[in-house]
């Protein structure tokens, strides 16, 4: 008796919310490139906020091959014998690719000044990004034992904070460049950022009224030092905060923007963080 102790390990590891966070930002730099062929206001974004996604894209890609046992796996996913489509692994990884590629084809074709191709791969690589935040939340919702994961809301919530880091990056990369801008970038940090807070309301009221695991799940990320993440940083300074400072007159001018963008991204990064961890915490405890 007590010869052997079973030492309960996150299979998820901490990289993956640094790539949840890259991933996320890079695919909304690549909707704001979008944009900027149908909003005249978002001209000023089209090429740095193109080679900024795909710079992250890149990044992304790098970390999660990192994080494989045998990196050289990663070749499987191009290899049609090795793919398995009824898994979700699959699906993400012909995602993220098919998403790499069409920005490899719209970055030439923005070079050679094909307007009318670049458009429609816009269009098309938009549409792929889109399933990059959407794969991510869906890639955490299917574990039916982890309280925090198991909602319908991470798809969801996992675009609205793309979104609004991507935003956020982008009122970086705007500088002063355009008044019209400026207001656009805010309106999407504020109405993203609020759908965020609605969203994290509810899921913590959901966790903390369910069963026995959901209830340890929720005081784990409401006290100690998880806790200090998700509460303090994630809502409250990089939710909240900017939210009313975007609300206030000095979060119309830029000074203020920069401070809720900046705070949007710690805040971005806290919730991703406390996320994929707190859906882990109590399995390594029971």
């Given amino acids: 008796m007590g010869d052997f102790n079973i030492f309960h390990h996150m299979p998820w590891s901490s990289t993956y919310s640094i790539y949840f966070f890259t991933i996320g930002i890079s695919a909304a730099l690549f909707f704001m490139s979008t944009l900027s062929w149908y909003r005249e206001e978002f001209r000023p974004l089209r090429a740095s906020a193109f ?3 795909f710079v992250l894209l890149a990044i992304s890609g790098l970390l999660l091959i990192s994080d494989l046992s045998k990196p050289a796996r990663f070749l499987n996913i191009m290899n049609p014998a090795y793919l398995n489509f009824t898994s979700p692994l699959a699906w993400g990884g012909l995602n993220l690719l098919s998403f790499g590629a069409v920005s490899v084809a719209y970055f030439f074709m923005m070079r050679k000044n094909d307007e009318g191709t670049s458009r429609k791969l816009a269009v098309l690589g938009s549409l792929l990004a889109l399933g990059l935040p959407i794969y991510t939340g869906f890639d955490l919702t299917v574990h039916q034992n982890r309280p925090v994961w198991n909602t319908p809301l991470m798809p969801i919530l996992f675009v609205a904070l793309s979104l609004v880091s991507g935003a956020a ?9 355009s008044e019209k801008l400026h207001v656009m970038l805010r309106r999407f940090m504020l109405w993203s950022a609020g759908a965020v807070g609605a969203m994290l309301i509810s899921l913590l009221g959901t966790t903390a009224y369910g069963g026995s695991g959901q209830e340890l799940t929720f005081m784990f990320m409401t006290s100690g030092a998880l806790g200090g993440i998700f509460i303090g940083v994630g809502i409250l300074l990089g939710t ?20 809720a963008a900046l705070l949007l991204l710690v805040g971005g990064m806290a919730l991703r963080y406390s996320i994929l961890v707190g859906g882990q915490i109590v399995q ?3």
Avoid: D, E, N, W
Wanted: hydrophobic residues 55%; without cysteine.
């Fill in 169 to 177: 990056v982008a009122s970086f990369l705007a500088g002063g460049k």
């Fill in 284 to 286: 390594t405890y029971f």
């Fill in 51 to 53: 080679y900024l996604s």
């Fill in 240 to 259: 909240a905060a900017p939210i009313l400072l975007l609300l206030a007159p000095f979060g119309r001018q830029q000074g203020g923007m920069m401070l």
